[in-house]
């Protein structure tokens, strides 16, 4: 008999948290009887300074920063799926995980304004998530 959809869920979920880089993973234990886990990324411990102060800047901030090179698209990306790393250990956000494509978009990106290029549009760099209900 086929599996049922919780049991490929749980399946899903395993392969998903499995994929998360080792250096993002947080004990979900400590965590587990609260009820408001917006601020665990921040005082978790895994992110540094730079990097919270990265995911909290407008998409305005983030553009004119990484377009005057200020950041990097590649640091970018690395503070933004960090706190998204840490956000799915706590609530299960995520239906998939695209880090190392990414990872080679925001390197092509830099590139492009390494060697003068101009950007590729307002977003240039600044890292997308979608949500599919």
């Known amino acids: 008999m086929p599996a049922g959809w919780p049991t490929i869920a749980e399946a899903a979920q395993t392969e998903l948290l499995q994929r998360l880089p080792g250096k993002w993973r947080i004990d ?13 990324p921040v005082t ?10 990265i995911t909290e800047l407008t998409v305005t901030e983030l553009s004119g920063h990484i377009r005057t ?20 250990q706590l609530v299960f956000c ?12 925001a390197k092509e990106l830099d590139d492009i304004l390494d060697n003068g290029g101009q950007p590729l549009g307002p977003l240039h ?7 599919a209900t």
């Open 94 to 105: 995520l239906t998939d995980w695209f880090y190392e494509e990414g990872l080679r978009r």
């Open 28 to 40: 979900p234990k400590p965590y587990a009887g609260l009820t408001d886990v917006t601020r665990v």
């Open 44 to 53: 978790c411990g895994i992110l540094t300074a730079r990097q919270i102060a």
């Open 69 to 88: 090179r200020a950041l990097r698209a590649v640091e970018v990306l690395e503070a933004f799926a960090a706190r998204a790393a840490i956000a799915h």
């Open 125 to 131: 760099g600044v890292p997308v998530a979608l949500k």
